[in-house]
């Protein structure tokens, strides 16, 4: 466009591990939390730490991005040692998700959808699914550093 608002250099919208999404329609995160009666009351409780976390990310690949499809497959491979030849830190961690929303550590994809249809001929749409599966504690407590410092950050972009 004439005013520059139009960007056709490299933004990624999300990272999942490696793999850049620059076309991301949706992008879902719902938290869980592990909840526990407060000592001698049964009507008080408190919410005491994240118990689960999911993502669901819906984006299209478009044209020459449609080549990152083997990454994303390669991504939701559960074998960690098969997993680490492709991002080698996945051998400590699992795959870290970054998006405005925060950084999310020790995710792991649980399923991956591609869809093309005769519209779109150039375009993959993949909806990709992920669960948090932390390895360590210190991945966890670095996770939710990360969260809150995306967070705080985004508040003032």
Do not use: C, W
Request: no cysteine.
């Amino acid at each position: 466009m004439a005013d520059g608002s139009f960007n056709n250099g490299f933004k990624p919208a999300v990272l999942v591990g490696v793999v850049p999404l620059t076309a991301v329609t949706n992008f879902v995160l719902n938290e869980g939390y592990k909840v526990s009666q407060i000592a001698g009351s049964s009507v008080i409780a408190q919410m005491l730490s994240p118990a689960n976390k999911t993502i669901t990310i819906d984006a299209q690949l478009i044209g020459d991005q449609r080549a990152l499809r083997p990454a994303l497959e390669a991504l939701a491979l559960t074998n960690r040692v098969l997993a680490a030849a492709t991002t080698p830190l996945m051998k400590f961690t699992g795959i870290p998700v970054v998006a405005r929303l925060g950084v999310h550590l020790d995710m792991q994809i649980t399923s991956l959808i591609f869809t093309q249809d005769n519209v779109n001929r150039d375009t993959l749409k993949v909806n990709i699914q992920l669960v948090n599966v932390p390895r360590s504690k210190l991945g966890g407590l670095l996770g939710g550093a990360l969260d809150l410092a995306v967070g705080v950050g985004s508040a003032f972009v």
